[in-house]
């Protein structure tokens, strides 16, 4: 007989299913979501496909899923690249840039935020890492990766030979999603021209894409981490490399390695060789 389970246990089970998906981990479903979706010419699979994934995969577990989850959007195209900034004009126009922030409302998720988190490092980096968005700790400092992720966060800049504030840290959206979900396609597609500006202006040489929902809204295709990673993508004018979040590396530390495969790359791009150990 079918376990019957409540609404928010249901929803908990749901986010968690698109959680793991996201990151490209499809294995632990009876069938993987792969072979379920038919991702169609656009190359976007939606939400309600991964849904109906978790729904099956639930049924397998005796789970019955009620509540659909609304479908996903096509990613908006990035704007035009910016016009080169002079280095020495850089701060300023990241400052002019926050200015524009402002106290924003522009999306839902300035409502539960304490601070707006706007981004942290050198304005003239030639590294920049992407999250996906604030978490507790971020909220209440208005600095990006100051938790536990982003101690990891610091450790693997520091194993690439450069100082946290050589480069430049941001995410995808400035205010914290509520519970530490994933942002909303709405809020992400909302916020994320702010980040494409910050970006335009640094003119990083390289870009690490930070999870699956950095690499989703900076490459414009919605893919399984895994498919990403690896390789060499460009973006604007950077070269793209995608990798694991700290968060998640906190969850399964087995795939440290992976990250640091991953930061290879990007250090082979930027010519850095790893520091001598002590
Ligand atoms: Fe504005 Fe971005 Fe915050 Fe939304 S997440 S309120 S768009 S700053």
């Known amino acids: 007989m079918a376990q019957q389970l409540d609404p928010a246990t249901r929803e908990a089970l749901i986010a968690r299913v698109r959680f793991y998906r996201d990151l490209g981990l499809t294995e632990f479903y009876r069938r993987p979501v792969d072979e379920i979706e038919n991702v169609g010419a656009s190359g976007f699979a939606t939400l309600d496909q991964v849904s109906s994934a978790a729904s099956q995969s639930a049924l397998h577990e005796g789970i019955q899923e009620e509540q659909p989850i609304p479908p996903r959007k096509p990613l908006p195209i990035a704007p035009e690249i910016g016009a080169s900034v002079p280095r020495a004009d850089r701060a300023a126009a ?34 920049m890492f992407v999250g996906e968005g604030p978490g507790a ?7 990006p990766f100051v938790g536990r992720a982003g101690q990891l966060l610091n450790n693997m800049i520091s194993a690439t030979g ?14 914290r999603p509520p519970g530490n979900r994933t942002p909303e396609p709405e809020e992400a597609n909302t916020c994320s021209p702010f980040l494409f500006r910050q970006i335009d202006v640094v003119r ?24 990403l ?30 990250a640091w495969a991953d930061l290879q790359i990007a250090m082979r791009e930027l010519g850095l060789k790893a520091p001598a150990k002590a």
């Open 137 to 143: 700790d971020e909220d209440a400092q208005g600095l």
């Open 162 to 175: 450069l100082k946290r504030e050589e480069v430049y840290i941001a995410n995808v959206v400035k205010c």
């Open 204 to 227: 990083p040489e390289v870009i690490v894409a930070l999870g699956a929902t950095a690499a989703t809204y900076l490459l414009g295709q919605r893919q399984p981490l895994a498919g």
């Open 94 to 127: 990241l400052q002019l840039i926050r200015e524009d922030i402002g106290e924003c409302t522009r999306c839902a998720l300035h409502k539960g935020r304490n601070k707006l988190v706007f981004a942290d490092g050198s304005p003239t980096a030639r590294l």
């Open 229 to 258: 990673r690896g390789r060499v993508h460009s973006f604007r004018a950077a070269k793209l490399i995608v990798t694991y979040h700290p968060a998640y590396l906190l969850r399964d530390p087995r795939q440290k390695k992976e």
